[in-house]
Structure formats: structure tokens, C-alpha cells
């Protein structure tokens, strides 16, 4: 069983900055992707951000790219960060940090991660993100 705890929400102005950190603890197997994902009210869950663990590829959406960025801690792999710079209003919504066993091929594009058409399996409770005008 895997578990996975979210930090780092909270409440910030637009153009500001916050850090979510994600760690998994448990059975998570190294060839895994972590990602982030995110829902506001009345809205679907969107793929935020992803990192496939062995490698450190990652895959953003591009709402957030260029503004984003994931990455995993060198000293511990079961955890990862997602650093949001120049935050817009419509960042705000629940983020949820998310793991699953990497499939054994990427996308034709290369990607292990997709958020798209990989399901993640296992799901964190959820950190808010509040951006005011």
C-alpha cells in the first residue's frame, strides 16, 4: 500500500509563489511516476505536473508550463515538490498528489508520465491553493 501526504498550501496574492511537497511512503516502487494534479470548484481534475522517478523526465499541462515546475529530492526520491511562480487566480483549487507504477513504454511522444492516458493509482488528501486578484 502506498500513502502519500501533500504540504505547502495556502492563501497568496497573483504573481506570487508557493511550494507543495508530496512524500510517499509505503510500497512505491522506484520505476513510478509522481504527479500533481488539481481541481477547482465545479471543474474537472486536471493534470497538473509529473516526474518519472528513474529519470526525472516530467510533463506539464500547458496551462502551467513555464510557470511550474516539478522536481524530486535528491536525497530522498519518495518526495517531490512542485514550485508554482507568477500565480493567476485561476491556479486556485485543491491539489492532489498522485503515484503509480510507470507503464513499460512511454507515450509515442516519450512520455512515461502522461497525464492524460497513465491512471493514477494512488491519490494524497489534498492541499488548497487560494490565488486572489
Known amino acids: 500500500q502506498v500513502q502519500l501526504a501533500e504540504s505547502g498550501g495556502g492563501s497568496v496574492q497573483a504573481g506570487g509563489s508557493l511550494t507543495l511537497s508530496c512524500t510517499a511512503s509505503?510500497?512505491?516502487?522506484?520505476?513510478?511516476?509522481m504527479g500533481w494534479f488539481r481541481q477547482a470548484p465545479g471543474k474537472e481534475r486536471e493534470g497538473v505536473a509529473a516526474?518519472?522517478?528513474?529519470?526525472?523526465?516530467?510533463?506539464y499541462s500547458d496551462s502551467v508550463k513555464g510557470r511550474f515546475t516539478i522536481s524530486q529530492d535528491i536525497a530522498n526520491k519518495n518526495t517531490v515538490f512542485l514550485q508554482m511562480n507568477s500565480l493567476k487566480p485561476e491556479d486556485t483549487g485543491m491539489y492532489f498528489c498522485?503515484?503509480?507504477?510507470?507503464?513499460?513504454?512511454?507515450?509515442?511522444?516519450?512520455?512515461?508520465?502522461?497525464?492524460?492516458?497513465?491512471?493514477?493509482?494512488?491519490w494524497g488528501q489534498g492541499t488548497q491553493v487560494t490565488v486572489s486578484s
Open positions: 509505503g510500497s512505491l516502487y522506484d520505476d513510478s511516476c
Open positions: 516526474i518519472y522517478k528513474p529519470i526525472r523526465t516530467t510533463d
Open positions: 498522485a503515484a503509480v507504477r510507470a507503464p513499460s513504454m512511454p507515450t509515442p511522444r516519450g512520455s512515461w508520465c502522461d497525464m492524460a492516458s497513465v491512471e493514477y493509482e494512488h
